[in-house]
């Protein structure tokens, strides 16, 4: 049996070797009000006498980082050292329920939302049951101070009640190992974490390869940290985050789900191209972005990768209507969609046909099983992926073929059904064309130097793409609705009973709609669409 080693087990040389740290802080009226109601909350406790050691409660991790630092938060953290976070949370419910408690905290009855206790997860990084309810318009959760004990295999700790240090020395950074202490008033430091907030610097508390191996997950936190806050990852994390065992920890050690949920914070985040430049500069990407299905999945070259991010990064800043990103890029989803295009631009350079399943159902492009499999995207987001990966050839010849001016670029029809093609296998037809975009800045390899001279030579091109696409007012044609019904063509044939001709021959309406917009009659589509029915297999209803 592998022996268990607590954090307090840690030789002392890892830790830093200093004196608590305190300094006063400033609350808002709000944040004042709560804490008042949590200090008589502890005080009602401490007076029943049912838990013989004093409460301490206190506001941590988050919430104090991001008041320091001016950033308005409406989470708190509140951490009690001698009871859970459910107990102390029920003993408060049970100090409102008397009408003088609630008139001298000017609350009503409705002004607490219902308590929910939340079990632990591990797999969701939940590893003590929390209870969490909202009151003076914050969203509180409490629990107990903790100290952790892991095993080599697991990144799930047993838990077991703790100090406030302790406590600290388990976080993820120093910056988040502050904690807000309500009944003196100030910020408490155990681990240097005001200095490095007041450096810029993302920090372990421990020796950083006794916190990655404990959970590895923290490799990506601080990646989502030093992005979101723009810190620097101090120098020795940023080794240990490279290491060959932190890398494998990693792969094995966490859930592909908990991987998605951080990669989603962090291209959600205020810095998404940081967070994809962190993970290049520190060689995670083939520890991220994977296929855990396939017994040795392929492993993309990155070294252009920078290329295609910072294009993206470049594409963002432009805000001129009718402008590539603008026309492309058109919600707050489709923004998070077009980061999680551009991470997986290099498999684009892997080949994308892999073995037939069973049953003869053929995978997705590599890219969408990484997609799928790799960060556990939804079911939207993978198809979005597959269809940029079927569709990056096809929209790049046709880019290339209206710069050469070819005949076919001005035939409505066969451009407007080439789009709603791409959009009805795999949906966001734009932010395929975004990826086409990507991948030939990417594949251009072009030398830092000249990069700012390549991009506005490609931005201009792909600019006359959507220009040509928007003077043949194709850039909806997914939208376009079908001039008549299934019903209504059958009924027009004579009452051909519907069968496999229906899609084709409604294809054939389709083009003559696009063919002839404006024209709200019918009449042209039927007939094209007789002309044609031998071609189309139409039943004769003779």
Same mark, same amino acid.
């Given at each position: 049996?592998?022996?268990?080693?607590?954090?307090?087990?840690?030789?002392?040389?890892?830790?830093?070797?200093?004196?608590?740290?305190?300094?006063?802080?400033?609350?808002?009226?709000?944040?004042?009000?709560?804490?008042?109601?949590?200090?008589?909350?502890?005080?009602?406790?401490?007076?029943?006498?049912?838990?013989?050691?004093?409460?301490?409660?206190?506001?941590?991790?988050?919430?104090?980082?991001?008041?320091?630092?001016?950033?308005?938060?409406?989470?708190?953290?509140?951490?009690?050292?001698?009871?859970?976070?459910?107990?102390?949370?029920?003993?408060?419910?049970?100090?409102?329920?008397?009408?003088?408690?609630?008139?001298?905290?000017?609350?009503?009855?409705?002004?607490?939302?219902?308590?929910?206790?939340?079990?632990?997860?591990?797999?969701?990084?939940?590893?003590?049951?929390?209870?969490?309810?909202?009151?003076?318009?914050?969203?509180?959760?409490?629990?107990?101070?903790?100290?952790?004990?892991?095993?080599?295999?697991?990144?799930?700790?047993?838990?077991?009640?703790?100090?406030?240090?302790?406590?600290?020395?388990?976080?993820?950074?120093?910056?988040?190992?502050?904690?807000?202490?309500?009944?003196?008033?100030?910020?408490?430091?155990?681990?240097?974490?005001?200095?490095?907030?007041?450096?810029?610097?993302?920090?372990?508390?421990?020796?950083?390869?006794?916190?990655?191996?404990?959970?590895?997950?923290?490799?990506?936190?601080?990646?989502?940290?030093?992005?979101?806050?723009?810190?620097?990852?101090?120098?020795?994390?940023?080794?240990?985050?490279?290491?060959?065992?932190?890398?494998?920890?990693?792969?094995?050690?966490?859930?592909?789900?908990?991987?998605?949920?951080?990669?989603?914070?962090?291209?959600?985040?205020?810095?998404?191209?940081?967070?994809?430049?962190?993970?290049?500069?520190?060689?995670?990407?083939?520890?991220?972005?994977?296929?855990?299905?396939?017994?040795?999945?392929?492993?993309?070259?990155?070294?252009?990768?920078?290329?295609?991010?910072?294009?993206?990064?470049?594409?963002?800043?432009?805000?001129?209507?009718?402008?590539?990103?603008?026309?492309?890029?058109?919600?707050?989803?489709?923004?998070?969609?077009?980061?999680?295009?551009?991470?997986?631009?290099?498999?684009?350079?892997?080949?994308?046909?892999?073995?037939?399943? @069973?049953?003869?159902?053929?995978?997705?492009?590599?890219?969408?099983?990484?997609?799928?499999?790799?960060?556990?995207?939804?079911?939207?987001?993978?198809?979005?992926?597959?269809?940029?990966?079927?569709?990056?050839?096809?929209?790049?010849?046709?880019?290339?073929?209206?710069?050469?001016?070819?005949?076919?670029?001005?035939?409505?029809?066969?451009?407007?059904?080439?789009?709603?093609?791409?959009?009805?296998?795999?949906?966001?037809?734009?932010?395929?064309?975004?990826?086409?975009?990507?991948?030939?800045?990417?594949?251009?390899?072009?030398?830092?130097?000249?990069?700012?001279?390549?991009?506005?030579?490609?931005?201009?091109?792909?600019?006359?793409?959507?220009?040509?696409?928007?003077?043949?007012?194709?850039?909806?044609?997914?939208?376009?609705?079908?001039?008549?019904?299934?019903?209504?063509?059958?009924?027009?044939?004579?009452?051909?009973?519907?069968?496999?001709?229906?899609?084709?021959?409604?294809?054939?309406?389709?083009?003559? @709609?696009?063919?002839?917009?404006?024209?709200?009659?019918?009449?042209?589509?039927?007939?094209?669409?007789?002309?044609?029915?031998?071609?189309?297999?139409?039943?004769?209803?003779?």
């Amino acid at each position: 049996m592998k022996r268990r080693r607590s954090v307090s087990e840690e030789p002392v040389q890892l830790k830093r070797s200093r004196e608590m740290a305190t300094m006063p802080i400033q609350l808002t009226p709000r944040e004042s009000q709560l804490r008042r109601l949590l200090l008589d909350v502890a005080c009602y406790i401490d007076e029943s006498k049912e838990i013989k050691e004093k409460l301490e409660v206190r506001f941590a991790g988050g919430w104090v980082r991001d008041k320091l630092l001016n950033i308005e938060s409406h989470d708190i953290d509140t951490a009690i050292n001698a009871m859970t976070g459910y107990a102390f949370s029920t003993k408060m419910q049970e100090y409102l329920k008397d009408e003088d408690n609630l008139k001298k905290h000017s609350l009503q009855a409705t002004d607490i939302r219902n308590l929910h206790k939340i079990l632990a997860n591990p797999e969701k990084s939940k590893h003590l049951e929390t209870a969490t309810t909202r009151i003076f318009g914050f969203d509180v959760d409490f629990v107990n101070l903790r100290k952790e004990t892991y095993s080599e295999d697991s990144r799930n700790p047993q838990m077991e009640f703790g100090t406030a240090e302790e406590d600290a020395l388990r976080r993820d950074a120093t910056i988040n190992a502050l904690f807000y202490n309500l009944h003196r008033d100030q910020v408490e430091d155990f681990t240097g974490g005001l200095e490095d907030l007041k450096a810029k610097l993302i920090k372990t508390p421990l020796d950083p390869k006794t916190t990655f191996m404990d959970d590895p997950l923290r490799v990506l936190r601080l990646i989502r940290f030093a992005s979101r806050l723009n810190f620097t990852i101090d120098t020795k994390s940023e080794a240990y985050m490279s290491d060959p065992a932190v890398m494998k920890a990693l792969k094995l050690k966490i859930s592909r789900e908990r991987v998605g949920v951080e990669l989603e914070k962090m291209l959600k985040g205020k810095n998404p191209r940081r967070s994809l430049q962190f993970i290049d500069s520190l060689g995670l990407y083939s520890t991220i972005f994977t296929d855990p299905t396939i017994q040795e999945c392929p492993s993309p070259e990155t070294a252009d990768w920078n290329l295609a991010y910072d294009c993206l990064e470049n594409l963002t800043s432009n805000s001129t209507p009718g402008c590539i990103y603008q026309s492309l890029v058109r919600s707050e989803d489709a923004k998070y969609l077009a980061w999680i295009l551009v991470a997986l631009v290099p498999f684009s350079s892997v080949p994308q046909t892999l073995p037939v399943k @069973q049953k003869g159902k053929p995978h997705l492009p590599l890219g969408g099983m990484v997609a799928r499999e790799g960060i556990k995207a939804d079911n939207k987001i993978c198809n979005v992926v597959s269809g940029a990966f079927k569709h990056v050839q096809e929209i790049t010849d046709l880019k290339y073929a209206i710069k050469a001016n070819k005949p076919y670029i001005s035939e409505r029809d066969t451009v407007g059904m080439t789009i709603r093609r791409w959009d009805s296998q795999g949906g966001h037809w734009r932010l395929q064309v975004l990826f086409a975009l990507l991948v030939e800045a990417m594949n251009s390899k072009c030398p830092s130097k000249f990069v700012r001279g390549y991009y506005k030579e490609l931005f201009g091109e792909w600019q006359c793409f959507i220009d040509h696409l928007e003077a043949m007012d194709l850039m909806d044609a997914p939208a376009l609705k079908l001039i008549l019904s299934g019903t209504e063509l059958s009924q027009a044939l004579g009452g051909v009973k519907p069968g496999p001709w229906m899609k084709p021959a409604l294809d054939v309406c389709m083009e003559w @709609q696009l063919r002839n917009p404006g024209v709200e009659d019918a009449a042209g589509a039927i007939e094209q669409v007789k002309k044609r029915s031998e071609e189309l297999k139409i039943p004769n209803n003779n």
